[in-house]
């Protein structure tokens, strides 16, 4: 018992500060990564049961097929697709990946919290010793995560759903490399170490991306809503026409929340030009809307009438450059540099890394969700990311270059750069 008492050269604040950094490595980042898959599959199953509850009050079916609708509905949240009768719905909930991602980033600070004092400390890692903590740790979350996955499309999977389990792995070590890898860096200290040594050039750019994404990202939201109180008395009627009860209507707002991502990315591929398709043969864009029957869905009451469109609209396509002009511009305004060439390549730099994150959002945000023609629902992808990328990247170049050319006539010739990005 005398050697867990502390050394006389060790205070007990110390000894407990070690307790808890130095924490099993093997152990805590691999249960991390179990804890974080399971919690949230936990909560999917959970609202299969209820909802199979609320639909008919549990008289068909049993608990099982509830606890099976809810684990593919998990697993569709991983891009697994399933087949409902015969049907291909290949559509990500996107609402589930966000709400698994950050998950998984909450878990992954713990884990690097609680694995922080392994490996060599401050000043060794700036001497450039090796330092394996954060790879380590995030393979073996990743390595709990993606076991847990195939595990459950194993066990939820039946021949007539057939949900895709490569591409649950695939997702799964996406998420855990987008997500639980920074929070990992994050919590255990290494990030600041590492954030020091990123040359300022690349920092300022990333920036630039980090606020144009969020813009454009309110704006988005801005636009959905909009639409969608415009028409919202037929987003009621819809509500109004579910028939069965509670139940069905309470199913139908869960499944608008999990959507609603998907939504505000639709929302961002029209604002930006090429708008999307909700159905084989139909388009949605500033400048033309053509539209065949749709499904009875409360958030399709933001799609604009058939037909032709207002002048007004043909004016959206100005406002991903100005976006990008703008917030390049502020940038370059609180985080300013005297050459032309630097602030080009922040500027630009990071309005193609912006374009290039919302091309991937319409990539994921579309995909078949009912036989015939809803097979085809989804923004136009490719389309989406070759305007994003010239829309925000010319516009930030713009802002950024007309700022710097300012700042070299008003502004002291000796410009002191500020290094704090918050």
Known sequence: MTSLL???????????????????????????????????????????????????????????????????????????????????????????????????WRLGHRVGASVSGHGPDASGVDDGQRDLVVPCAAALFAAGYTVTAVLTATVAATPSTAPSTPRVVLFSLAICLLAALPAIAVGSGRAAIWAAQVPTTARAALLVARRIAVVWLLLSVLALAIALAVDFSTAANVMGQVGGGTGPVVLMVVLSIVLLPNAVAFSGSYLLGPGFSVGTGTLV?????????????????????????????????????????????????????????????????????AGVLWGLAASLAGGAVGPGRMRDVAPLAGEVLLHAVAAFGLGALVGGLAVCWWQQRTMPVEITLDDDLA
């Open 285 to 353: 864009t500033p400048g033309a809307v053509v539209l065949g029957p749709l499904p009875a869905f409360p958030m399709l009451a933001a799609l604009p009438d058939d037909g032709a469109t207002p002048g007004w609209t043909a004016w959206l396509v100005l406002l991903p450059p100005l976006v990008g002009l703008v917030v390049a511009a502020w940038s370059q305004w609180t985080w300013p540099t005297t050459s032309y060439v630097e602030a080009a390549v922040r500027a630009a730099g990071g309005g193609v890394a």
């Open 6 to 104: 502390p050394s006389p050269g060790r205070s007990a604040e110390q000894v407990r500060h070690d307790l808890a950094t130095r924490r099993p490595l093997v152990l805590v980042a691999t249960l991390g990564g179990v804890v974080a898959a399971a919690s949230t599959l936990l909560v999917c199953v959970a609202l299969g049961v209820v909802g199979w509850y609320l639909s008919d009050g549990g008289a068909h079916g049993a608990p099982r097929d509830a606890l099976r609708v809810g684990a593919l509905g998990w697993l569709m949240g991983h891009g697994s697709g399933v087949r409902v009768e015969g049907t291909p719905v290949t559509a990500v909930p996107l609402g589930l990946t966000l709400l698994c991602a950050w998950t998984s």
